[in-house]
């Protein structure tokens, strides 16, 4: 298995080096890929993204938990892809933004939208940057690497090629890792399949255990579970810049369009094998935490050689987040800071951005790693930007496409209130009819976007 990892490891910084010497030259080749992806490619990157260590571990958790409706989460993700394919993809790369604060500042005008929104979006970034270090430890300690060395090994190679190579080798990586953990997981549901005898034989296994038939039912959760996994994940994906990055580097709106269709329907064929995974550790072991059904399968049903397979699937599919953020967060520094709030570099100077664009990716991913393993507590408190993030911006961003009546005002109070409520639920505990608290905080955004929007424009006329 070490070797297979370590190999695996290599092959990725090669990736860095090479498309860092051939093919960046200025700040749009390493932010954008040069807007050059064609749709695998884009697709591919689009899908890595969501496709984490989430995904398969918590996959396969929710596999162990919920049964085939476990895949629910995995099958959120790729509808947000495909709304995103159908809704905003192909009109947002037309315009040739490099960040969604671009089109919130396009949209609206002035620069302070802008600053909140990148502000909510870097903060989240990095904590969800940093839970993926912990993922990486996590399945390195399947190896026996144990504490906190295998974090460091595995934080050091995606910062290391993605700094190289910027979004050029982290599209090309996530290709791989993409193929990688795809082929990983489908092997190892089938693995699983092989020792219960099949879908007939793991269900009479998991009967014995007392286990219902709604375990069997994709709609095997309540619908209100359903729905407050779905919506949140979808609310993210429409405008979540670790997605619009890569939708910006396709060559064309219609590609970009097209690539998020792609990607969509891909991410919901493939999450319903870490729910298999889950579901076939259920029936074979006798595990009180479900969290570890994929490491069980790992340590008892796999070889070395398929194992080892399977285990650099699950590094691929947390490196193929984790650089997405990384360089999602970077994309923030360099265009909605370093250039249009504080006017430190003009545009045109590409060499002198992507010298700012690589410190700035050392550095984020320098950040992640410390928190993950010096301040690891805080790590919730960051990810709360993401709900935050979600609840503020959400309305702006698919208000302002969909409503020519939206003005600067309405956005800004919508995306203030809309955060500072989802902070309140969070910090409070508040729920509304057992909501998650961005889709209760977004509902209040939207109710103010609409009343400011037309109280401003009534008085502006």
Known sequence: MLYIVIFYMLAMLL???WVGRVYIKG???FLLAGRRLGIVLCAATLAATHFGGGAVMGGGEYGFKYGLSGAWYGVSCGIGLILLGLVTAKKFRDLAFYTVPDYLERRYGG???RALGSLLSIVALIGILAAQVL????ALGILGITGNTGAIIATLVFIIYTTAGGLWAVTITDLIQMLLAAIGVILAANVVLGHTGGFGGMELLLQSKGVGPEYFSFWGMSTSSIMWLLLPTVMYTLIGQ???QRLFAAKSGTTARNASLVGGVVLVIVSFFPAIMGMGANALADLEDASMAVPWILKSLMGPLLGGVILAALLAAIMST???LLSAATSHIVKDFWIEIFHVSEVDKEKELLRV???STFVIGILSLIIALIVPGIIDALIYSYTMYTAGVF?????GFLWKGATKEGALASLIIGSILALWGIIGGVSLFGAPVEIFAALISLIVFIVVSLFTKKHAS
């Open 15 to 17: 990736v860095g080096w």
């Open 27 to 29: 700040m749009t080749d």
């Open 111 to 113: 620069k302070t939208i």
């Open 135 to 138: 993922s990486a430890r996590g």
């Open 242 to 244: 670790d997605f619009y």
């Open 322 to 324: 984790a650089d997405s």
């Open 357 to 359: 664009s690589r410190i």
């Open 395 to 399: 309305v702006p961003v698919i208000g």
